[in-house]
């Protein structure tokens, strides 16, 4: 095609109507008048991103061991099993050692908050449904997967299932910044809402202006009504930076989430939410303090006598017979009294 005029303006007019669908997609939410289509296209291309996942990949599969948890009362213990089945079918290179290591984590995060999961695979990033910070996961509607789930990793908060092909699912990411979740300190309770700020730290504003925040603060997701599309006690993220209190009704608090969003692989969907609030059981120890190491300097003696040259003199002294310690001083030379002539 040639470089005219009409071409241009038909490139303009192209790419207006794009920004608008993304515009009237995003504000739409759940009744937005193109997600029929939008599901048309995941089912299409979902199973070819999946397809292109497992052909480089060949140990994508055995994701799917830890994919159901089982039932409520035994669900610690199968997850267990298919942690150790995993490793077994997993090989011994680098990558793969870093994937069990991020399952493993994964895994200890659901035991703690009590999270019944899915195990899933990033299969691709930022998918053309008009999000700027969104993956692909291997998992969809025939997994049970379902719209406004909580996704998470070993870290922490992921982001929530937003839209569901067959077999594949997009993920909003917590750093986009039409993500918002609610949150609760750690230990005060306070609560705010977190928004996504892209590669900056997320901003969260609580609730209570004046309320006491310091730097290494931490906070969790407190949780939606009927667990969706947040379920709570999910580590978010730890405080990096506080605006000064200025008398408003909400206080602006800069946080360092906990997930790395640039190197995501294996992730959890929450498709059972814990019976109770976890509360802040699922937030990592804290590393306790280093040993303060005390010094302790003594001054040097007067006239520039070493402190051993003394105490050796002193105890020599004092092993002596009273009568050879005079006799001792006796001996010594008479000092110099000065000009005694009258």
């Keep these: 095609m040639r470089d005219t005029r009409e071409s241009r303006l038909l ?3 192209l790419i207006a109507i794009a920004f608008a669908l993304i515009t009237v997609d995003i504000r739409g939410g759940q009744e937005s008048p193109v997600d029929g289509a939008r599901q048309a296209a995941a089912a299409v291309f979902g199973p070819v991103e999946n397809g292109v996942a497992s052909a480089v990949d060949p140990i994508g599969n055995a994701i799917g061991a830890v994919r159901d948890s089982g039932e ?3 669900r610690i213990a199968a997850l267990e099993q298919e942690n150790a089945a995993l490793k077994a079918r997993l090989g011994s290179d680098d990558r793969n050692r870093n994937r069990l290591r ?3 984590a994964m895994l200890k995060t659901a035991g703690a908050g009590q999270y019944g999961i899915k195990g899933a695979e990033v299969i691709a990033i930022g998918a053309a449904q008009g999000f700027s910070w969104t993956v692909t996961i291997d998992v969809g509607a025939r997994d049970g997967i379902r719209r406004d789930m909580t996704v998470l990793n070993g870290s922490g ?3 929530r299932v937003t839209t569901v092909g067959p077999s594949t699912s997009t993920v909003l990411l917590a750093n986009d910044p039409d993500f918002t979740v609610g ?3 750690e230990k005060t309770d306070e609560l705010g809402f ?6 900056r730290p997320l901003l969260v504003q609580l609730l209570n202006g004046k309320a006491k925040v310091n730097k290494g603060d931490r906070l969790v997701t407190f949780g939606s009504q009927a667990d969706k599309p947040f379920v709570p006690g999910v580590p978010v993220g730890e405080v990096v930076r506080v605006d000064p209190a200025g008398g408003g009704l909400t206080r602006n608090v800069y946080v360092r989430p906990y997930v790395g969003f640039t190197k995501l692989d294996i992730v959890g969907v929450v498709v059972q939410a814990p019976r109770s609030d976890p509360r802040d059981m699922v937030l990592p120890q804290k ?6 190491v005390t010094v302790t300097v003594t001054p040097p003696p007067p006239d520039g006598q070493k402190p051993a040259d003394q105490a050796q003199g002193q105890a020599a ?11 001792d001083q006796q001996n010594q030379p008479p000092q110099d009294q000065g000009d005694a002539t009258p």
């Design 11 to 13: 490139l303009v007019l």
């Design 102 to 104: 991020e399952l493993d």
């Design 317 to 327: 002294d004092q092993r002596k017979p009273d009568g050879q310690a005079a006799a």
């Design 157 to 159: 908060l992921v982001g």
């Design 183 to 185: 949150t609760r300190m």
């Design 287 to 292: 590393p306790k303090p280093a040993p303060t």
């Design 72 to 74: 409520r009362h035994n």
């Design 194 to 199: 977190a928004t996504g700020q892209g590669d």
